[in-house]
């Protein structure tokens, strides 16, 4: 059964993290220059699959005992907002267009530009800790997917107004935050066991 607490709060979370992500910044930029819909198609299938991997790696942590699983996913979620919080500004990525705008093509190039920049990426790995947190696989992973998929969708469609309305600055402290509360939640939970 889906616990709707624990996708909001995943969603949250993943949603926050990716926003400031080079990632939809690319999505962005494809966006401008293909069909939305075919960009949409192939980040989507690749944030699926880096999710998938997420929540399996994070359903193997289950089996460890709890306090060392919440002493380990609160070093990592403080990990996570310092990197946020101290991260220098990735530099602008060329992004290889495709010959024609076939459906294949387009899709295939998304792909696998998300492919290749979100494995090892701070969701990924926040995405295996709230896995090994909550032992609720399909919950976390319903929850970060939609996330990935919402800021994939807000980087194709409206990026550029998203923007200029609200500081990425501001973004990226709120998912800091956020991961900064969740690791002490984790750490306290660990001492306290």
Do not use: C
């Not at 080079?22 to 220059?33: E, F, P, Q, S």
């Amino acid at each position: 059964m889906i616990s709707i607490t624990v996708t909001a709060l995943v969603f949250g979370v993943v949603f926050l993290a990716e926003l400031p992500d080079k990632t939809a910044l690319a999505g962005l930029v494809l966006g401008t220059r293909y069909r939305a819909s075919y960009v949409f198609a192939g980040v989507a299938a690749a944030f699926t699959l880096h999710v998938v991997l997420a929540v399996a790696a994070g359903s193997v942590l289950t089996l460890l005992p709890q306090r060392i699983v919440h002493a380990v996913t609160g070093l990592l979620f403080l990990g996570g907002a310092a990197v946020l919080l101290f991260k220098k500004g990735d530099d602008d990525e060329e992004i290889r267009r495709p010959e024609n705008q076939s459906f294949w093509k387009v899709a295939g190039a998304g792909f696998m530009l998300i492919l290749v920049a979100e494995f090892g990426d701070l969701t990924q790995i926040m995405t295996a800790n709230l896995a090994a947190r909550y032992d609720d696989p399909l919950s976390v992973g319903l929850g970060a997917v939609l996330a990935l998929w919402a800021v994939a969708g807000l980087g194709i469609v409206g990026g550029k107004a998203l923007m200029k309305r609200v500081p990425l600055a501001l973004i990226t402290k709120v998912a800091a935050l956020l991961m900064t509360g969740l690791g002490v939640w984790s750490l306290w939970e660990a001492l306290a066991g």
